[in-house]
């Protein structure tokens, strides 16, 4: 026997290519019930768009331990090597809407929900180790400059230029953006960041700093500027489809898992602020240490309840974890569970995709738009006298890690905390190729800047990050604003 089509509330539906009339020919009847649900609930389908990382692809996995770091954290999903904690991963551009093509230039969101059997944690990373600015203030005037102005209602290059040419900390992630991993051939084809310093506690207290790297084991592949134009014209969900394909052909995309681990005493000292997120810490002062790896292995059945309902925030940690000093860090505590609440409803930790699975939540949130779990009779207050859930006194973190915080907005002062010298290191790294295709890659955008003083005001940046830097980036913009004066 054939399932029978019902209504939201179950009742058998007859008739669901017409619509009731008053007779023959005559005018549609409001008492339709199954025209008037499909039709309201279609004007609600939409929920509002998430303002950054709007366009995203995720699937399921797990992560193993490889090796063991039981000396630097008590976290319980990572204490034994060979245990898998089933995880689920969000990857996203940042400036693009909801319908915008995968293939463009544009940092891509690595955002990984551990679902381990302490509750879940978050870890929202990027597809590279540092970003445009360092403190949480100055991030919706940033994205703003990214986003479509609102007179053309196009991103313009004078707007994102402007930007930049204010906030010279982001010389190090530009460099990053406009060069040949600029533009990543597929999800499955990049790194992945914690970008932000984050803190591990060990079982005896021992507390370190911590940065996280996923090295893909398919090896990194990008697209230059003329190949990715033609993939968007040709598929804009490019990315998207590569990962649901391969994943369905058995393909399962992996990632080897790396930590940079500084013991706290070391960051007072070190010759930069190590919680400056627009600076990496060089591998030859923290090596990378193997931890794990991460497999990707399970589509989603539904990309809206799955991806698009998807909830991170970095502030969901689990015993042995913690924040970090770092400001960009501290604001993203707020502002990511603040977005969801908006976008999803105070109660979107109970969706499935957000729902811890190897533990049970147990608090005293009650009530609010789209209640399920709505604990029955247990009391909603704390402390009570009826068994109800009790904090366990041990801190998640080490909140005494670092010595001396205050309410100051001054940072701290390093020997070499200028923010140019890191990208200079990378650009030297470069290849000439690399050189060439990064100088005509930044030289194309901001080439197309129309005010000269947004022009005058960033190029210094990158003379100060290598003279030869911007000796060869400020006579390629000049031949191109020459040629278009012509």
């Known amino acids: 026997m054939s399932k029978i089509l019902t209504t939201e509330s179950g009742a058998p539906v007859a008739d669901n290519q017409n619509s009731a009339q008053a007779g023959i020919g005559g005018p549609v009847l409001i008492q339709d019930q199954q025209l008037i649900e499909k039709l309201a609930r279609f004007n609600r389908e939409r929920i509002p768009e998430r303002v950054v990382h709007a366009r995203g692809s995720g699937a399921y996995?797990?992560?193993?331990?490889?090796?063991?770091?039981?000396a630097y954290t008590r976290a319980n999903f990572l204490d034994t090597v060979g245990k898998r904690t089933e995880v689920f991963l969000r990857f996203s551009t940042v400036a693009g809407n909801l319908g915008a093509g995968d293939a463009v230039r544009d940092p891509r969101g690595f955002a990984l929900k551990f679902y381990t059997e302490e509750g879940n944690y978050d870890l929202v990373g990027n597809n590279t180790p540092v970003f445009f600015i360092k403190d949480p203030i100055k991030f919706p005037d940033f994205i703003h400059s990214q986003k479509r102005d609102p007179f053309t209602g196009v991103q313009e290059a004078d707007n994102v230029w402007d930007y930049w040419s204010y906030s010279p900390e982001s010389l190090h992630q530009i460099t990053w953006l406009f060069g040949d991993r600029g533009i990543p051939a597929s999800y499955r084809h990049m790194n992945g960041y914690g970008s932000h310093t984050y803190q591990w506690v060990a079982a005896d207290g021992a507390a370190y700093w911590v940065k996280y790297h996923f090295k893909t084991n398919q090896g990194v592949r990008s697209l230059d500027a003329k190949q990715a134009a033609e993939l968007v014209g040709e598929d804009a969900d490019s990315h998207q489809r590569d990962l649901h394909q391969a994943i369905e052909r058995g393909i399962f995309p992996s990632w080897t898992v790396h930590v940079q681990l500084m013991p706290v005493a070391d960051a007072a000292d070190y010759r930069f602020n190590p919680f400056d997120l627009t600076k990496v810490w060089p591998h030859a002062d923290y090596p990378l240490q193997k931890i794990g790896r991460l497999v990707l292995n399970r589509n989603p059945d539904n990309v809206f309840a799955e991806v698009e309902q998807a909830a991170f925030s970095p502030n969901n940690f689990v015993p042995g974890i913690g924040a970090s000093p770092d400001k960009m860090l501290q604001g993203r505590l707020f502002a990511y569970a603040d977005a969801h609440r908006y976008r999803l409803g105070v109660n979107h930790t109970q969706l499935p995709v957000n729902a811890p699975k190897a533990t049970t939540a147990q608090n005293y949130g009650r009530d609010g738009l789209g209640a399920v779990n709505a604990a029955g009779r247990a009391k909603n207050y704390e402390p009570n006298s009826y068994d109800g859930p009790r904090q366990t006194d041990q801190a998640l973190a080490a909140p005494t890690a670092v010595q001396g915080w205050t309410g100051t907005h001054e940072a701290a002062s390093h020997a070499k905390d200028d923010d140019f010298f890191q990208a200079g290191e990378l650009y030297?790294?470069?290849?000439?190729?690399?050189?060439?295709?990064?100088?005509?890659?930044?030289?194309?955008?901001?080439?197309?800047?129309?005010?000269?003083?947004?022009?005058?005001?960033?190029?210094?940046?990158?003379?100060?990050?290598d003279s030869d830097y911007g000796r060869r980036l400020q006579a390629a913009v000049e031949a191109i604003r020459n040629a278009d004066e012509a």
Do not use: C, K, W
């Open 61 to 70: 996995g797990y992560f193993e331990v490889t090796d063991d770091v039981t």
């Open 428 to 465: 030297r790294l470069m290849s000439d190729a690399e050189q060439e295709r990064l100088i005509a890659n930044l030289a194309g955008s901001l080439g197309s800047v129309a005010r000269d003083d947004v022009v005058e005001r960033v190029l210094p940046f990158f003379h100060a990050a």
